[in-house]
């Protein structure tokens, strides 16, 4: 057999693909995928627009001829209808029927799964419709055994609590506010019987506090689920719950009292070079696509101090570029706020921008062409990270943000609103990490210091004559006026030392005009 020429079109590559395919083992009543001459000509205009929306997402072009397209092919060569008129399910599914029926394995089966689910998403955005990729969280499963009046009770407080989460969030938070009453309340069922809630008592906190660190948990994690519990007790409390004072006045473990990690300037530059040098070296579209969007996302978080969760939920209509700034909507604690970003940030932006590609959304960032996961920017910027020797990782940038900015003699309540702290005490934190002034004034002191030491050690070596030389002259310097009060202070202290020592050590009486006591005479006489 002679080897198949070269196709010069995307029907040409899928008739090849499906003329050479590998069916032998197909049995006979099998349904074969019919080529590209039986199609519908709206369907083969599909095809198209597939290839360039898995181009402009960031696939390879290897992966998208030899796996995405063929796999698309077979679902539209086995329905020879209007793709309009598709059955997402059923109709799908007979490309997979076909891929088993080959028998050519599992592995390569569940890579044609895969595929399949990629068009079908496709389906699904040139239909209008969003994919909703999280599970709702259902709480009921994980109480089994809590009385009924606890479960209404907490139902009724997260719908409370639920008015201030993001919508984006809402199934993170649901997940996080019922695993921690969950935590201490199925503890607490198991161990005591429970009918109102004046049965909890302070002891059997106490007694979840030392499981929970016998467990090897840490303070701050106890506290969260301290802190929780303590809230809904105040809630059944507003609702005429009788609860014993003696549990809200429980006070948590004492927490580290830990300084927030950041990059020194050579780290961040080390970085930044890597992420500009995969920019220059990106060979493929979908390589260069990729270190693109790193090096966008960088910048946002070093530069911009966004949050992770903000960088994620960022959208098309939030970006100024050409007034360098960009708006986070609802961030924590649901507010706005402004964020200014320099050039370099604006340039990396709007290079991703050119190379953003197609999506179900208007998220900034899309990552084969679903929004960007914030677990994926994790890994993305610690595999960096890695590359260079460098431990980092995304809200380490924020903090490297703000420190770098109090450095820069950025005022304290400018980082707080550009940071988006509700409380300056939270921007505070960043002064103890790295603090100039404070640096500053103790490499001052210190020299100072060791001056003082040096001239205590060459007062031993001399003699006597040559120390009232030296006290001589010191006495001449604090007559001068036009000393300030910092160098007239530490000339006084000088001969106080000098003086001191001559007491310590002379055989005779000292000069009365020498005395120590006259000293603080000397310096504060309005004539020195």
């Not at 014993?244 to 948590?252: D, F, S, V, W």
């Not at 959304?361 to 990552?367: A, M, N």
């Not at 590359?387 to 005022?411: D, I, K």
Request: aromatic content about 8%; hydrophobic content about 40%; overall charge positive.
């Amino acid at each position: 057999m002679s080897p198949p020429h070269r196709a010069a079109t995307l029907t040409e590559r899928y008739d090849q693909a499906l003329r050479y395919a590998r069916d032998q083992r197909l049995p006979a009543d099998q349904p074969r995928p019919q080529p590209t001459t039986a199609w519908p000509s709206e369907n083969i205009a599909l095809l198209e627009r597939y290839q360039r929306w898995l181009a402009s997402g960031g696939a390879s072009p290897a992966v998208i001829h030899t796996i995405y397209i063929p796999m698309a092919g077979h679902v539209l060569g086995l329905n020879l209808k209007p793709h309009s008129q598709f059955d997402l399910a059923a109709d799908l599914d007979k490309a997979l029927h076909y891929v088993r029926a080959k028998q050519l394995g599992p592995d390569w089966t569940k890579v044609c799964r895969t595929a399949l689910e990629k068009f079908r998403r496709f389906l699904r955005h040139e239909r209008g419709q969003i994919e909703i990729k999280v599970q709702p969280f259902q709480p009921d499963s994980h109480a089994d055994g809590l009385p009924a009046w606890l479960m209404d009770q907490l139902q009724r407080y997260q719908h409370l609590r639920q008015a201030n989460w993001r919508q984006t969030r809402l199934q993170e938070n649901l997940r996080r506010f019922w695993s921690s009453h969950l935590r201490f309340w199925n503890w607490e069922c198991q161990r005591h019987a429970i009918s109102a809630v004046a049965d909890v008592k302070r002891w059997h906190m106490l007694d979840y506090i030392d499981q929970r660190l016998a467990a090897g948990y840490a303070a701050r994690s106890i506290n969260q689920d301290l802190r929780a519990l303590q809230a809904f007790l105040r809630f059944l409390q507003d609702q005429d719950h009788p609860v014993p004072q003696a549990l809200l006045r429980l006070r948590g473990l004492k927490e580290p009292d830990a300084l927030p990690r950041f990059l020194t300037d050579d780290e961040v530059g080390r970085l930044r070079a890597d992420l500009e040098q995969h920019v220059q070296e990106g060979g493929q579209i979908h390589q260069r696509r990729d270190a693109l969007l790193d090096r966008a996302a960088f910048y946002l978080l070093w530069q911009g101090g966004l949050r992770l969760g903000e960088v994620e939920e960022l959208r098309l209509e939030d970006l100024r570029l050409a007034d360098r700034q960009l708006s986070v909507r609802r961030g924590k604690g649901q507010k706005d706020r402004t964020v200014y970003l320099a050039d370099a940030a604006v340039r990396a932006l709007a290079a991703f921008l050119a190379v953003r590609g197609d999506g179900p959304t208007d998220h900034v960032f899309l990552y084969r062409n679903q929004p960007l996961s914030k677990d994926l920017v994790r890994g993305r910027i610690k595999a960096a990270g890695q590359r260079v020797g460098v431990r980092v990782y995304p809200h380490r940038l924020r903090h490297t943000c703000a420190t770098q900015l109090l450095n820069a003699g950025c005022r304290i309540t400018s980082i707080q609103k550009f940071l988006g702290h509700q409380r300056l005490n939270s921007t505070l934190i960043y002064a103890r990490v790295h603090d100039q002034t404070v640096a500053d004034d103790y490499f001052s002191a210190m020299v100072r210091i060791e001056q003082r030491l040096a001239l205590a050690q060459a007062t031993g070596e001399v003699g006597e004559a040559s120390c009232r030389s030296r006290l001589l002259a010191l006495l001449d310097q604090l007559r001068q006026p036009e000393l300030s009060a910092a160098a007239r202070l530490d000339l006084v202290a000088q001969v106080q030392q000098m003086v001191e020592r001559l007491a310590s050590t002379a055989t005779t009486a000292p000069d009365p005009s020498l005395q120590a006591g006259d000293v603080p005479a000397i310096a504060a006489s309005p004539t020195v």
